[in-house]
């Protein structure tokens, strides 16, 4: 990504349960090797909660279409992967760890390969034990406990409401968020043209009027 953009506050947001977010990954890690970036772990079912919808995964005819579409995409990007043997799992765990270990990128990296790249369930206390060894980490609950890290990413995932986040994975650059692989593209223009939104047609989104809305 081409960095023209001024000195901003660079976030990435996501939970592990998200394929999407492994998709994702690499291209968040060449940003991180540009600039900093916060690798921040929230927790999707929370969010999703908060503003009153589901995740793909919760629709059945969207199910299949979406884990279809994330194997594609990894396999288009020369990206290994495989589905655990079971989804949607408890990841809670999982991101109440990174949480503790900051949000380290090689900490990221392990945990999404364990599960995205090798299939392991750590929704089980198997698969979840299976990370730890990976991570190096003998008493995970003690570490959890000890940074405070049940609050901290709680505090997390409140923040990243109060910023509008409202899915994963996504870029927050400044006050812009791009949500999902698929706003890549954009978030790498925006670095490079931070007048991006600022054009007449993009800038009359901003207040467009609702024609017609649902009532639930």
Known sequence: MRTKLPTADVTWYFDT??????I????????????????????????LAHWGTVGPAELPPKRL??????????????LPMRFPPRHP???????RLLTALGGASAAVRTAFACIWQDGVDVGTPAGFA??????????PAGLVA???AKDGLRAATEAAIAAG???????RIGAELFWGVD?????????????????AAMARLADLPVGVARRG
Request: hydrophobic fraction near 50%.
């Open 65 to 78: 279409h979406t884990y279809r579409l994330s194997q594609f995409l990894a396999e288009r990007a020369g």
């Open 17 to 22: 349960v998200s394929p999407f977010s492994w």
């Open 89 to 95: 799992f408890r990841s809670l765990e999982v991101q």
């Open 146 to 148: 000890a940074r405070g």
């Open 130 to 139: 299976t990370l730890c060894d990976r991570l190096d980490i003998a008493d």
């Open 165 to 171: 986040v409202f899915g994963v994975p996504t870029l």
């Open 24 to 47: 994702a990954l690499p291209r968040i890690e060449a940003l991180a090797a540009q600039r900093p970036v916060r690798f921040r772990p929230v927790v999707l079912g929370a969010i």
């Open 183 to 199: 706003a890549l593209p954009m978030a790498e223009a925006y670095f490079a043209a931070p007048d991006l939104f600022r054009g």
